[in-house]
Structures are given as structure tokens and as C-alpha cells.
């Protein structure tokens, strides 16, 4: 399991680490603002030392998985694959947490099996897509695909916790798009899901028939599939608002509180604008650390967790968002680069796994506090406090650079 | 069609990158573009700007006897946005406050500035109120109680109508006055000195900005580093106004008034300051230093004596004989007069087909121009009148300033009337009333109308012989952190074309009306003080007729003037003379000075 440890840890993608000790940084510098503010509770005063014992502990998970043969993550995907489901299963029958069976509370820990189980179905499509004989010009394997995807993120909504739910849709995707479907058929699937959402505005559904029909064109596709696509679209997009205003406003209600859009108790209004206000307020070069006044008074709740990317806003301004951002674009562009280098199939599809979960994550939570995306409790790869999310990010980025690491092997 | 790896890598890569570039793109709108925006509301967030009363200035009299005091009281103040957090804030304050939940919100919402600035909700909480809402402020930990000021005050001077009160701006008033920054809730003078010298007395606000976080707890005090946007401005105190009353004359003749309608009014002759200003019946000024509830107001407002009004300034009548000099003045002036030319009083006088009386109705027998105006024989005037004709008494009486406003520093003054032809055409039609109007006018009745303040004006226009000045109540202003006092220059009159033989002459009989044989102001005799004057019973048809006495003392160099007016109150010699008399020898006579204060002579007189 151990053999040629030096060769492998010269091989180890030290941009990518040096990313992650940044951004893990970043995160302690805003988590420790937080605490010294004001009227700071005294259950999150000893967070920053909490992060620090967390982020000590993930890289030993982190180096546990490096040094662990790809070959093993192959061999036991499904199985992690069944556990995660279990897990997911079990979980809707513990007592809720917050109003959500999200979590398994052993004493002071909080487990929750999403995390357990976005790493397993990561695997698991990754193994399925690289198993031989599976050819996603083929119907039924792009169900499959799409089945492994399915189960666990519908039983997430179950939970309920869309956002959650959200990434592992969005997973399905990049994983096929690397697994080697045809751009069109990605194409025709996402299509009615951006229609859906372009419906609600005349302009903005015009615009986006536009862009479908050009691209239809500029594909060069069979005028009886530029007739059925969009044929496809406009339907989406005319009966979509008129479902939407059919509805009963109780209906609708729950499809935002399903969306996520009013968790929190002030009414999201607040929470988005004062998340905007932080952000503005720190200008260009932000109001230096430990100065930001929305931090210091408590203006944000969630500040060290969901929200901990207005600190950084706040209190560096511009410069440190284009930073941070910078930080974690790089990270994703030198996985890709594993992605794109490795050898074995089921490595570059792990590692595009991993860098779409980071993306999708990161990309949610920061369009969240510029109120671009709902808010939908998505906690901020490396940077928002709390164990078990820094954790499973470990393990993603531990089978990154194990696949960088062992780019050359063929499993 | 397969895509090589590098091709997916790009696509991927490119994907990452557009996306990350549009949110960076919403970063650099929200932080640079909007910065400024989102800076000024993360500043609104945590701070809040308390406004800070200033001290109101006091009124002091012209011995420095604080006539108008402060004394502290509570106001109660909320920031719209801490009572709307607390589901009960409204209900605990409405019933505390004796107000409905409705009212309270429809009030917070009309006055909010800003859902974290602190709105006055209520103003000079009484004991019970306060102690109330002290024992809720777990429940309402943003209830903010500021001290405010209320007037009291400790002289015992209880002038309303001078004075003035303190009330709520209106909203009408608000749109005028909230340039210079009052706001709704804001106390503002109305009536009096109060409200004619608003801008001297009211100071400028101050501003505090604290702290606080997002549940509104105060943290602390802004630093020296922060935003200069909100910096502490120290309030300024008003200015102590510095009134010419003399608050022992004052209360004298408040005294003497009590129990009766009318008043006196006494100028310093050197420089047009009110000495006295009494009116009554007046109401308790302490009543409105707080708000007043409105069945009171009603009580006031319909009271048949009516009190809200200032009967010295406000309120007009014939003056009665008081109004003679006028047409001496006018005789004399343009030759029409011959001062020792007698005329018989036999108690009446015919003209046309009416009798005129005369107040004597057994008569003056033969009586030249002063002894016609010792003994106020109306015949006399009768006589002259007709010969000095309605034009030339009209000119006359506009030139000692009747039928305008004197200009007293006080709210609300009447000009008073002036009947010449053009006014009798107007009210009666032309030609169709009688040439005989002439005699009514003459001796102060039918259509002339004067305030009591204008008649002590004319008296004290008569002393100083046309070189005379505007009455006024404000001396002067004092700071009151560096007792710093600034005076004002006493606003001179000329009174042209009269010759001072002419002033002689109607002087000399004044003094006669005080000290002649036959004197029918003998009453106003105070021994030792050579005094002038001249007394006036004006008919009514309402009722008894109004006394009148004007005057001024000493005779050889006249310090005071003033007039007495009692409404209803019966012979100008007989009621309103004696009371004359009291202010004469409380100002001049030093053997009757009210203790504790200076001699009026020394005390700034010539100032």
C-alpha cells in the first residue's frame, strides 16, 4: 500500500496544497474576527482554536488518502457507494436537528451522511463510467448514470436540504460531459432547465430561445431536431409561469421554503442584504482585519460558517475576494489539469467529480452573499468553520492529488 | 464524436473561469461601483445619531430676576426599528402611555427618520409614567429617556401673553421651520416672546453618534478614527434673552388688574422698552408647559372673557378722551386753534337737529383749551373739531402713529382704526353719513379703535416731544456660557412737523389733567413727582364704559409712560388713574421701591 512513498510525495501537487493552506488561512483570519466581536456567544469563542484542531486532523485524513492506492477507492466504490445510501436512509429516521434529518449527533459531533455520501457517489460514477462494455451513446447507461446520481440526492431532498441536493444534481452533468457524452445530448438536457428558469421574465426567456436556437444552428443539427428542441423549450417556458401562478401561494411557498429561500429567521431579505452591505461597504481595500463593522456588531448571523465569505469582503475589500477567488481557481484549474493528464479513466473522473462538488459549493456560496443564489446553507470549501465539511473537503482533496500523484499508473 | 482530454480540460477550464469572471464581475459592481452606497448603510447600520436638545435660553428681566426658567424633565425616545423587533414593545407603551396601539405606530411611522434613529415618543413623562416604564425596560431594552427642559417660572411672573408657550411644532409650522432643522416632535415657541424670539432662544441641536449592534445594543461611543461622516456635534445653548420688564412693577400691576379685565402698559421713555406689560384675565402659563390637554384648550379658547387674548396689544377700542390731544395737536399745528379762545359748556352741545352732551351734564360754563382739557369737556372738542375738520384730525392721529402697528417685538398686534372720508364713504357709502361722525371721532368714539399699547406709544410720543422710539420688549441677548451681553439699539421715531411750542402747550394741560385745580386725573397724584396725563371714559354700548388713564412722569423730564385701560371698568379718573398712580410711585418714588430690587434710575435706564 506504502510502496515508493518518496517518489509519490516529490509528485505531490504542492500549487494545490499551498491553495488549500491559503484558503484554510483565510478562513482562521475571518473566523477569529468573528469571535472578537461584540456580544460574541461564548459557545463560538473558541472556534478559531476548534478550526485549527480540525484542519490538524483533516490533513491526516487528507494524507490517508493520498497514500491510499486509487486502486482501493476503485475496488470499494459501490460499497462506500451502499453505505452512503444506508447512511442516508437511517438518517431520515433520527430524531431532526434544526427541523432537518441532516444530521447523526454523537455527542458533540455532528455527522452528517450527505458529505459521506457526495464522496461515494463521486466514486461510484466514476467506476460505473470507466467499467468496460459502458457506452454513454446508449440510453440506459446515461440512466444509469443518472440513477446513481438520483437515489442519494433524492433522499437528501427527503431530509430535506436542497442544496445539498443541488450539488449532486449538478454533478451529473461535468461527470458525463468527462465520461465522454456527446456535448449536444448535454446540451438538449440542459436546455428546459435553463428555459424554467428564464420563463419568469419575458426578456430574459427570448434571450435564452435565442441563445438555443443559435447554437442549434451553429451545430449544424437536422432541421427536425431544431424543431423538436425547441419545440421542447417553448412549451417549458410557456406552461412554466403558468403552472407558477396557478399555484396557491401556500404552493408556492413551499416550493421557496423548498428551494431554500427563507431559512432564515429574519426573512432572507435581511440576511442577503445585510450579507450585500457587508460586501459593499469594504470598497477596494476592504476595512482591515478584525474592523469590519457588520463582522464586529453581528449584523450577519451564520458569519463564521454559511456567510464567512462577507468577512472577507468586508474586511479586505476587492483585493482579497479577487484573491481568495484567484486561490480557488487555481486549485480548480491545476485538478483539472490531473483530470485531463491521468492515465486511468476512473481517476480523471473521480478528480472531475471532486473539482465540480468544490465548484458547485464554491460558486453557491459566494453567489449567495452577492445575492445572486439562494441562500441554501451551502458552507464555503476550506474557509466557513466547521469540522465535518472541512473533513469531507480533505478527502476530496486527498483523492485529487492522489490522482496526481498516480497520473501515470493505469489503476 | 469523442473529445480528446485536453479538449474536456479546456471547455471545463474555460467554464470555471467565465463563471468565476461574472462573479467577480458582481463583486466589482456591489464593492466599487455601489461601495460608497453600501459604506454609508453599513454606517447607518451601526450608528445611531441621537440628537441632543439644547438648553432653551431663559428670559431675564431687566434686573436679571429670571423670569422664565428651565427645569428638567424626561422625555421618552424608541428607534422605530427596536419597537417593530419586539412583538410587545407597542402594546406596553400604549397602555403605559394611555395611547391605542394604532396611534403609537401611525406615530412612529410618520416620524421615522431612519429605522434606527430614535423618535421622541413621548414628552415630560410625568412621575407615575416614568417609573412605569423604568420597571419594563427588561422588556424594552431600547427605551431611551433624555432629559429635556420645561419652563418654569420662579419669579412668580405669570405674563402669558408676553411670555408665550412652548408646544409641539405643528405639522403646518413644520414645513416652514424644518430648513433649520426642527423636526416633528420638536417643542417650539407660539405666542409671545416665546415664539417672536424662537431663533434667539432655542439653540442648536446637538448630535451624538453611538454605536450599536444589530439587536441596537449601544456598544460604545463613536472613536476619534471613525467615519467623519458622523461626527459628535456639542449642542448650543440658546441665547438668555434679556427683556426690559421689571419684574416687582410687573407683578404689582398683576396684582392691581386681578379680578378684572384690561391692563397697563408702562414704556421707558428713553429708549421705547416695556417696563410693564400686564393683560388680563390671563391663564396659568405653568398649565402649558406641559402638553395641555385639549378640554382645557377648548375651556380657554371659549371662555367669554377671553383670556388667550392679549387685550394690551391684540384687542382694540375707542380710547375715549384719551384720544383729545389728537385734535389739539392738529388745531394748534395748523392755526385752527387759538389756545385761549373760551368756548361756553352748558352740558351739551347742538349740532343740526342732535344734542351732543358733554360728560358734565350741568356744564364747564367758559373753558379755553386747557382748562377744556383738565376737565375733558367734550364741548370744547366738539366746538374744535368742526373747526379743525376730519381730515386734518385723520392726518394727525396716522402721524402719532394710529391706525398701524406700533412694530412691538410682540406676536399679533392690531393696528387699531383711523376713520377719515375715504374709510366713512367705504363703510357708510359717500355722502351718506353725517358730517356730525366728526364729533363722535374727536373725543375717542364712534369709529376709532385704538390698542392700550398705542395709547401709551402717544403718551410716551407726547413726552418725548417726537423724538421717540418703537416700543420694545427685548434689551439685548446674553450667552449663557460666557455671560456675554450683546444690546440691541433702540429703534428711534421722529414724529415730523409738530413745533415744541405745540408740545408745550398740550403737555402743559396733561399736566393739568394730573395736577390742575378742576383735575380730573388727580387721582394719579403721587407727592413729590410732578406727573402728566390724561384720563378717558369711552361709552360703550356693551356696557359700563372702559377706563382709561395715559400719562407720563416725571413732568419736567419725562422717564415713563404708559397707559391703564379697565375694561367695563367705569371713569378713567375714578379706576384707571389710581392705578397709574401705583406705577408712577413704584418706578420713581425710591421711598416705595419693591425690596430687593435697585432704584429704576439706576438700573439701566439711561442705558
Keep these: 500500500m506504502f510502496e515508493g512513498t518518496e517518489e509519490k510525495l516529490r509528485d505531490l501537487d504542492k500549487i494545490i496544497a499551498v491553495c488549500i493552506f491559503i484558503l484554510v488561512a483565510a478562513g482562521l483570519m475571518a473566523i477569529y474576527s468573528v469571535t472578537t466581536a461584540v456580544h460574541t456567544p461564548e459557545i463560538l469563542k473558541d472556534n478559531f482554536a476548534k478550526q485549527i484542531l480540525w484542519f490538524t486532523i483533516g490533513i491526516m485524513i487528507a494524507s490517508a488518502v493520498v497514500m491510499t492506492p486509487m486502486k482501493f477507492f476503485h475496488t470499494y466504490a459501490y460499497w462506500f457507494y451502499g453505505i452512503g445510501i444506508v447512511l442516508l436512509i437511517l438518517v431520515l429516521f433520527v430524531g431532526p436537528v434544526k427541523g432537518a434529518h441532516r444530521w447523526f449527533v454523537l455527542g458533540s459531533m455532528r455527522l452528517q451522511p450527505s458529505e459521506i455520501a457526495k464522496i461515494a457517489t463521486i466514486l461510484a460514477l466514476a467506476r460505473f463510467a470507466a467499467s468496460e462494455g459502458v457506452d454513454l451513446r446508449r440510453f440506459k447507461d446515461v440512466a444509469i448514470m443518472f440513477a446513481i446520481i438520483a437515489v442519494p440526492a433524492l433522499l437528501i431532498v427527503k431530509q430535506p436540504d436542497l442544496g445539498t441536493a443541488i450539488v449532486f444534481f449538478s454533478l451529473a452533468i461535468p461527470m458525463l460531459f468527462w465520461a465522454g457524452l456527446s456535448p449536444f445530448i448535454i446540451f438538449i438536457l440542459t436546455t428546459p432547465i435553463i428555459t424554467l428558469v428564464a420563463s419568469f421574465h419575458i426578456v430574459s426567456f427570448f434571450i435564452a430561445m435565442a441563445l438555443i436556437i443559435g447554437t442549434l444552428f451553429w451545430l449544424r443539427k437536422r432541421l427536425w431536431i431544431i424543431l423538436a428542441v425547441f419545440l421542447l423549450n417553448v412549451t417549458v417556458g410557456v406552461v412554466t409561469p403558468k403552472v407558477w401562478e396557478g399555484m396557491h401561494d401556500y404552493q408556492r411557498d413551499r416550493i421557496l421554503t423548498f428551494v431554500g429561500v427563507d431559512e432564515d429567521p429574519r426573512g432572507t431579505g435581511y ?21 469590519g463593522t457588520q463582522t464586529k456588531l453581528r449584523f450577519l448571523p451564520e ?109 | 464524436m469523442e473529445l480528446t482530454e485536453t479538449k474536456k480540460r479546456l471547455i471545463f477550464s474555460a467554464a470555471l473561469c467565465v463563471i468565476f469572471f461574472l462573479l467577480l464581475v458582481r463583486f466589482a ?35 436679571g430676576t429670571i423670569l422664565v426658567d428651565n427645569r428638567p424633565a424626561y422625555a421618552l425616545y424608541a428607534a422605530p426599528a427596536d419597537l417593530s423587533a419586539n412583538d410587545s414593545a407597542y402594546s406596553i407603551l400604549a397602555s403605559a402611555l394611555k395611547t391605542t396601539r394604532p396611534a403609537l405606530r401611525e406615530w412612529v411611522r410618520k416620524n421615522n ?97 453611538r454605536q450599536a449592534d444589530a439587536l441596537g445594543r449601544i456598544i460604545g461611543d463613536l472613536t476619534a478614527t471613525d467615519n467623519s461622516l458622523f461626527q459628535n456635534v456639542a449642542p448650543i445653548p440658546g441665547k438668555n434673552l434679556l427683556v426690559s420688564i421689571d419684574a416687582s412693577l410687573q407683578l404689582h400691576l398683576e396684582k392691581v388688574m386681578a379680578g378684572r379685565r384690561g391692563g397697563a402698559v408702562v414704556l421707558n421713555c428713553k429708549n421705547g422698552e416695556v417696563i410693564a406689560l400686564v393683560s388680563k384675565p390671563d391663564y396659568d402659563i405653568e398649565l402649558f408647559s406641559r402638553p395641555i390637554p385639549s378640554s ?38 395748523k392755526g385752527l386753534i387759538d389756545p385761549e379762545e373760551r368756548v ?88 351718506k353719513w353725517s358730517k356730525g361722525l366728526i364729533l363722535n371721532v374727536v373725543i375717542g368714539q364712534g369709529d376709532v379703535l385704538t390698542t392700550p399699547l398705542q395709547m401709551a406709544y402717544f403718551a410716551m410720543n407726547i413726552a418725548n416731544e417726537g423724538n421717540s422710539f418703537r416700543p420694545h420688549v427685548k434689551r439685548g441677548t446674553q450667552d449663557p456660557l460666557t455671560g456675554a451681553e450683546e444690546f440691541d439699539q433702540p429703534d428711534s421715531v421722529r414724529i415730523a412737523g409738530i413745533r415744541p411750542e405745540t408740545y408745550a402747550l398740550v403737555k402743559r394741560g396733561m399736566y393739568l389733567v394730573v395736577h390742575g385745580a378742576n383735575a380730573t386725573g388727580r387721582a394719579a397724584q403721587v407727592p413729590g413727582i410732578l406727573a402728566a396725563g390724561k384720563t378717558g371714559t369711552a361709552e360703550n354700548p356693551h356696557g359700563e364704559s372702559h377706563a382709561w388713564f395715559i400719562g407720563f412722569a416725571p413732568f419736567e ?11 367695563n371698568g367705569g371713569g378713567g379718573g375714578a379706576v384707571a388713574a389710581p392705578i397709574a398712580k401705583g406705577i408712577i410711585s413704584l418706578l420713581l418714588n425710591e421711598n416705595k421701591l419693591v425690596p430687593g430690587t435697585k432704584r429704576f434710575a439706576d438700573a439701566g435706564f439711561e442705558r
Excluded at chain 2, 447600520?45 to 431687566?62: A, C, H, K, T
Excluded at chain 2, 343740526?352 to 358734565?360: P, V
Excluded at chain 2, 386734518?392 to 387699531?416: M, N, Q, V
Design chain 1, 271 to 291: 440576511q442577503v442584504n445585510q450579507a450585500k452591505v457587508a460586501i459593499g461597504s469594504g470598497g477596494f481595500w476592504g476595512k482591515g482585519w478584525l474592523h
Design chain 1, 303 to 411: 458569519q463564521h460558517t454559511d456567510f464567512i465569505f462577507t468577512v472577507i469582503g468586508e474586511e479586505f475589500g476587492f483585493f482579497g475576494v479577487t484573491m481568495i477567488m484567484a486561490v480557488f481557481l487555481t486549485l480548480l484549474l491545476r485538478a483539472l489539469l490531473i483530470a485531463g493528464s491521468a492515465k486511468s479513466k476512473f481517476m480523471a473522473l473521480v478528480v472531475a467529480g471532486c473539482v465540480t462538488a468544490l465548484s458547485v459549493h464554491v460558486i453557491i456560496n459566494i453567489g449567495m452573499c452577492v445575492g445572486v443564489m439562494p441562500v441554501t446553507g451551502i458552507p464555503l470549501p476550506f474557509l466557513s468553520y466547521g469540522g465535518s465539511a472541512l473533513w469531507t473537503n480533505m478527502v476530496i482533496v486527498g483523492l485529487i492529488l492522489n490522482a496526481g500523484v498516480r497520473r501515470f499508473q493505469y489503476l
Design chain 2, 29 to 63: 459592481y456591489i464593492q466599487l461601483y455601489k461601495g460608497e452606497e453600501f459604506l454609508r448603510a453599513s454606517e447607518e447600520n451601526r450608528i445611531r445619531s441621537i440628537d441632543i436638545e439644547p438648553p432653551r435660553g431663559l428670559i431675564i428681566d431687566r434686573y
Design chain 2, 113 to 209: 427618520r431612519g429605522n434606527f434613529i430614535p423618535i421622541k415618543i413621548e414628552r415630560q413623562l410625568d412621575f407615575t409614567t416614568l417609573s412605569l416604564l423604568q420597571e419594563r425596560r427588561l422588556d424594552l431594552p431600547s427605551l431611551d429617556f433624555r432629559a429635556e427642559s420645561r419652563r418654569s417660572y420662579p419669579a412668580g411672573v405669570r405674563a402669558p401673553h408676553l411670555f408665550g408657550y412652548l408646544s409641539e411644532i405643528s405639522e403646518s409650522e413644520l414645513k416652514q421651520w424644518r430648513e433649520k432643522g426642527y423636526e416633528a416632535g420638536d417643542l417650539i415657541g407660539k405666542k409671545g416672546l416665546e415664539r417672536r424670539y424662537e431663533t434667539d432662544l432655542r439653540g442648536t441641536k446637538g448630535r451624538w453618534h
Design chain 2, 296 to 333: 382645557l384648550w377648548n375651556q380657554l379658547a371659549n371662555d367669554p372673557d377671553k383670556p388667550l387674548y392679549d387685550r394690551m396689544v391684540q384687542s382694540v377700542y375707542p380710547p375715549g378722551s384719551t384720544f383729545k390731544m389728537v385734535l389739539l395737536f392738529a388745531g394748534l399745528e
Design chain 2, 344 to 431: 361756553f359748556c352748558p352740558g351739551y352741545y347742538r349740532f343740526g337737529t342732535r344734542a351732543f352732551g358733554c360728560w358734565k351734564k350741568g356744564g364747564h360754563g367758559a373753558v379755553n383749551m386747557l382748562q377744556g382739557l383738565e376737565q375733558s369737556c367734550d364741548v370744547y372738542f366738539y366746538r374744535m373739531g368742526l373747526k379743525v375738520g376730519l381730515k386734518h384730525w385723520a392726518d394727525y392721529a396716522r402721524l402719532f402713529g394710529f391706525g398701524e402697528l406700533t412694530g412691538i417685538d410682540l406676536i399679533g398686534e392690531s393696528a387699531g382704526l383711523v376713520p377719515d372720508e375715504e374709510y366713512l364713504d367705504r363703510r357708510y357709502g359717500k355722502n
Design chain 2, 557 to 567: 423730564d419725562p422717564q415713563i409712560a404708559y397707559c391703564v385701560f379697565v375694561e
